[in-house]
């Protein structure tokens, strides 16, 4: 590990269940890995609602999708298990 959790970036609105079913199931990994979560709300910037609007949540690291609407575990387990 280089000392330094990798960070997640959650693309999400208020008032989406999708976005807190998701948030709740990557929460879930936390026993496992250990990882920062950036929460931004598409709906506060306008480049961002017009990039992410119909997909959110999204799930991205580096600035690449690693899923939307739906937790896609194995592709973040994945990506998390680089930073062991």
Same mark, same amino acid.
């Given at each position: 590990?280089?000392?330094?959790?990798?960070?997640?970036?959650?693309?999400?609105?208020?008032?989406?269940?999708?976005? *807190?079913d998701l948030l709740a199931a990557l929460e879930g990994?936390?026993?496992?890995?250990?990882? *920062?979560i950036e929460i931004l709300d598409v709906d506060?910037?306008?480049?961002?609602?017009?990039k992410y609007?119909?997909?959110v949540p999204v799930?991205?690291?580096n600035g690449?999708?690693?899923c939307h609407y739906f937790l896609d575990e194995l592709k973040v387990r994945?990506?998390?298990a680089r930073f062991r």
């Open positions: 590990m280089t000392g330094v959790p990798p960070r997640l970036t959650l693309y999400s609105r208020a008032y989406c269940h999708l976005c *807190d990994l936390r026993g496992e890995y250990i990882f *920062d506060a910037d306008p480049e961002l609602e017009a609007n119909e997909l799930l991205a690291a690449a999708e690693l994945e990506y998390l």
